[in-house]
């Protein structure tokens, strides 16, 4: 975490801690670039002694690590100017703790399924997912997804039979500030569905969200 602010620093740390997190608080740009690796930076960007852009883009240029930036700062041109910049998430103080804890737990997800070596493909039945080459099959034939839809798919095969809620899949294969209709996500498991060719692949949980599963 690099935060300048230790009144907002120390409490944040102490509560991510007991979320079972372990956590490393720094207060300069200088104390960021030179930390030893972690799994997830949580970056401000009023920093005394540089920008947090300029440390998000050093670190992006040598490292994968998930960032999600934390500041006051709530202007568009920033939120964009951030994600440009290679930021995973934005979130603008004041924040909800919780909602903060599902972010880092989102972007830790996400990045889990873009491991720097090349796994094999995923197979559930007669469902083969290849993350690497970003391809689908089903028995043996390739199925055209759209980006989108591919992306939807690939978050389901996650955990084959686990509920994603409509919030996760809008924030994980969409944007998390998606201010769009939740009906998007109908409408392409319609279409996952139907290119499938049985629209059992993808169970629904009315009011909760999807599951994916093999037809039986």
Known sequence: MVEDDIAIGEPL????????????????????LSAPPADILLLDLGLPDAHGFEVCR?????????????????DETDRVVGLELGADDYVVKPFGFRELVARIRAVLRRSATQPSAAPGPQVIGELEIDRRTHRVLLAGEEVQLTPKEYDLLA???LDPGAMVTRREILAEVWDPHWYGTSKTVDVHIASIRKKLGDPK????SRGVGFRLAVPQ
Do not use: Y
Not at 13 to 32: D, I, K, P, S, Y
């Open 13 to 32: 740390a102490t509560g991510l801690r007991r979320e079972g997190f372990e956590v490393t608080l720094v207060q300069t740009a200088a104390a960021a």
């Open 58 to 74: 050093q670190l992006r240029a040598r490292s994968s690590v998930p960032i999600i930036i934390v500041t006051a700062r709530d």
């Open 155 to 157: 978050l389901l095969a």
């Open 201 to 204: 692949w993808i169970e629904t």
